[in-house]
């Protein structure tokens, strides 16, 4: 009888204990999903398919100046990002940093729009396409559109602008190359030659200013537009889409039947698309050109 109780006793005490485990060990679990949720991941950290999972749209103003942006996260984590790693490039040696500060975290599954992110641009910054990147190349976050006011991630696989970005940013990196061979060339030859007279040293310093000049009014007139036709033209070339009409919007008050002035006074060219009276600036799909072939995909602000 003794030994049943004795038997007995010890049967409840291993069940006991076996229940404190199994509730210690529901406890921890719980405790390290808490803990896993709730922490935040730096965004060059995650995966490629998680990155994938990250939607970015970058949304310039219609003078360039300001780019707000929006970001989308699917994945299931919360992602850190710094704003200054933001970066816009056109180039190895061209690249512009976001001019907010501080970080955010975007929890998952949930969207963040950041007001100001570039308030430090202009309408150059977007006369070539451009590189939207997070620290570094490895981090790519859109392409900067020309003719659009919003560029998405999704845009990462146009080949169009791919090739775009690539021909531009090499034609950069290589002028910076050639522009420092001529810079390293001409100290070496000023160190070696003996010193002249001053006025042989005006006279070069007046033929490179020249140079220079011709240089820079070549590579201006390059993209130039002289008329309404020009206009049309360079949207038919960027869109290209021969299935839609265009033509220019025609304000009397200008004092020319080809441009019209902004809220600035400079002279652009008003262009529609597709549909509505070109004379009365109500519908259709409008586009302002500067003469120097800038394009905004907007009617001009007047």
């Known amino acids: 009888m003794k030994k049943l109780r004795l038997l007995i006793l010890l049967a409840l005490v291993l069940v006991v204990s076996g ?23 730096e965004y060059v950290n995650l995966s490629d398919s998680e990155k994938n999972e990250m939607t970015f749209q970058f949304t310039r103003n219609s003078s360039a100046s300001n780019v707000d942006l929006k970001v989308i996260n699917r ?9 200054s790693d933001i970066m816009l490039v056109h180039g190895q040696n061209d690249k512009t940093s976001a001019s907010k500060r501080g ?11 950041i007001k100001g992110l570039f308030t430090n641009l202009s309408a150059t910054n977007f006369q070539t396409v ?5 620290r570094n190349s490895k981090n790519k976050l859109a392409y ?18 791919k090739k775009s970005y690539k021909s531009k940013t090499k034609k950069k990196e290589t002028e910076s190359d050639d522009k420092k061979e001529e810079t390293d060339e001409t100290e070496a030859n000023a160190s070696s030659e003996p010193d002249t007279t001053s006025d042989t040293e005006n ?84 586009w302002t050109i500067y003469p120097n072939g800038y394009v905004v995909h907007s009617k001009p602000s007047m």
């Open 144 to 161: 900067s559109e020309t003719s659009k006011l919003v560029s998405r991630s999704s845009n990462l696989t146009n080949t169009t602008l």
């Open 75 to 83: 994945t299931n984590k919360n992602v850190g990002l710094v704003f």
């Open 203 to 286: 006279d070069s310093s007046n033929n490179s200013e020249a140079d220079s000049s011709t240089t820079q009014t070549n590579d201006s007139s390059s993209t130039s537009v002289n008329s309404s036709q020009d206009a049309i033209n360079l949207i038919k070339s960027q869109n290209q889409s021969s299935d839609s009409n265009y033509s220019v919007v025609i304000n009397h008050s200008s004092g020319s039947t080809d441009t019209v002035k902004d809220k600035n006074g400079d002279s652009v060219y008003w262009i529609r698309g597709n549909s509505g009276d070109s004379n009365s600036g109500n519908s259709g799909d409008d």
């Open 130 to 134: 451009g590189l939207f990147e997070y």
């Open 103 to 113: 970080k955010i975290s975007i929890k998952s599954n949930s969207t963040k729009n």
């Open 19 to 41: 229940c404190s485990k199994v509730s210690t060990s529901s406890d921890e679990k719980t405790i390290l999903t808490n803990e896993t949720t709730n922490k935040t991941v």
